[in-house]
């Protein structure tokens, strides 16, 4: 089934997910390569864990680390969102558990 695309194609999009493993380190410069690289709409989920690692790419490779910032500084607000979603891991009395809090994060070229 094809759908309609009024003349428009639409980027690829990933979502990638970051769990807690030390490969999370090449996470940015995988996004910033989808993103800059391939034209790719990138949205990022990152666990609590994959966050930490996530974190200490900055230290691992600074250019991507920046890249990915200047990504993120962009202000599209259609493309680019940084949105901390602990609403939906919270317990029945309304208390979230942090090792359970996910990151998203969107970027994508203009």
Known sequence: MSLPNNGHQRRPRILFAVTGSVAAVKGPEIAVRLV???DFDVRILLTHGGENFWNKAKDYNQRYWNSLQ?????E???????VDDDDDDDDDN?????SNTTRR???CCA
Request: hydrophobic letters at 40%; proline letters at 4%.
């Open 36 to 38: 800059k690289e391939l």
């Open 70 to 74: 200047d990504l993120l500084s962009e």
């Open 76 to 82: 599209v607000e259609e493309n680019i969102a940084v």
């Open 94 to 98: 309304g208390n979230s558990s942090p």
């Open 105 to 107: 994060i969107s970027i």
